[in-house]
């Protein structure tokens, strides 16, 4: 009851408010229990319009942002769907929720150990998961999957991950903050037959991606 009201003001005093119109991304906010993902002793800011610590040095972002990506995105039904930085996992289950299949990988085993429990005991059968280095995107992960209608990277990148792109399908969209350590822009990168679009959402602050092709620390 408390949380459900904290909910729906969430949805419309920084969603709404702030210019998401997409009706499956609202609609996905409200199903998904955002206090189930936050640590036990700060459950009561789950609604809070700012990111949050969710152990391990890393952060479940703020609201606005993961539904401005998402929007931005424009996610169908049938889209596959590549997360990069599972997190807490409450992005992974807003995007199952409107998605065909949500595929994420999270470099540190116990969060995506977490998330993977979480969203069982919720119910999501249509997540694929993998632990290791989402900058190479979904290379050796199990089921066998080259190419994905959309990629979410929820982690920022001093540059665009080269594998990221080549495992975007025609008409794909990818999107990735990308800049330094402290300050980024959120990039677009659509893949059309004359080449990669690239377009610019505006500023944001993530934690780093760390890997191969991200920081290297
Ligand atoms: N979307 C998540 C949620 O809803 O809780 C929050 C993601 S948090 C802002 C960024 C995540 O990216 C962290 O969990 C971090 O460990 C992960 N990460 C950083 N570099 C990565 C990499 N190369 N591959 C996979 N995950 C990575």
Redesign the pocket.
């Known amino acids: 009851m408390k949380h459900s009201s904290s909910c729906e003001n969430m949805i419309k005093y920084q969603l709404v408010a702030r210019g998401i119109t997409d009706e499956r991304v609202l609609k996905a906010f409200f199903k998904v229990p955002r206090h189930k ?1 936050i640590p036990i002793d700060i459950e009561h800011l789950a609604y809070n319009d700012s ?1 949050l610590s ?1 152990g ?6 703020q609201p606005y942002i ?1 539904a401005l990506m998402m929007q931005t995105l424009e996610l169908k039904k049938d889209d596959i769907v590549l ?12 995007l199952a929720e409107i998605v065909g299949e949500v595929f994420t ?4 085993s116990s ?1 995506i150990r977490n ?1 993977e429990t979480l969203l069982n005991k919720l119910d999501y059968k249509n997540i694929y998961y993998k632990f ?5 995107g979904w290379q050796d992960g199990h089921p066998e999957q080259s190419e994905f209608d959309k990629i979410i ?3 920022a990148a001093p540059d665009i991950p080269e594998s990221l792109t080549g495992q975007l399908a025609m008409n794909g969209k990818l999107i990735i903050p990308t800049g330094n350590r402290t300050f980024q822009q959120l990039v677009v990168i659509t893949r059309t037959e004359d080449g990669y679009v690239h377009t610019n959402e505006g500023g944001c602050m ?10 290297e620390k």
């Open positions: 993902f990111p969710i391990e040095g890393q952060t479940i972002s993961v997360e990069i930085g599972t997190g807490s996992g409450y992005q992974t289950a807003l990988v999270e470099r540190i969060l998330a290791g280095d989402g900058t190479l990277v929820a982690a993530f934690v780093p991606l760390i890997g191969a092709e991200g920081w």
